[in-house]
């Protein structure tokens, strides 16, 4: 397994931008298919997006195509979330993940390093 670290969460109003990274610890962090979780309060975790161990191949939900992008930097052991055109709706805590799946598994039963959550809430 992996340890991670997210940060960028924040308050932010609708229409606005905000980056998340998320640290990872060890030197096989280009081992792992990485993934963006979020859960609203009352809902089930879904993933918005996942990116390949290499960043070549990429997946994201209906719901932020457009507005979100993932990108790495495996020699910063570091993945990030760009969000923009933040809606209300985006509110929630959002991890990071980690897989040893193969491709860009967007599963919640193929991640199995988990971060601690960072909050994004979006105001109208």
């Known amino acids: 397994q992996v340890q991670l670290v997210e940060s960028g969460g924040g308050l932010v109003q609708a229409g606005g931008s905000l980056r998340l990274s998320c640290a990872a610890s060890?030197?096989?962090?280009?081992?792992?298919?990485m993934g963006w979780f979020r859960q609203a309060p009352g809902k089930e975790r879904e993933c918005v997006s996942a990116?390949?161990?290499?960043?070549?191949?990429?997946y994201y939900a209906d719901s932020v195509k457009g507005r979100f992008a993932i990108s790495r930097d495996n020699a910063k052991n570091t993945v990030y979330l760009q969000m923009n055109s933040l809606k209300p709706e985006d509110t929630a805590v959002y991890y990071c993940?980690?897989?040893?799946?193969?491709?860009?598994?967007?599963?919640?039963?193929?991640?199995?390093?988990w971060g601690q959550g960072t909050q994004v809430t979006v105001s109208s």
């Open positions: 993940a980690g897989s040893s799946w193969l491709g860009v598994p967007y599963g919640l039963d193929h991640y199995d390093s």
């Open positions: 060890g030197r096989t962090f280009s081992t792992y298919a």
């Open positions: 990116i390949s161990r290499t960043g070549t191949n990429t």
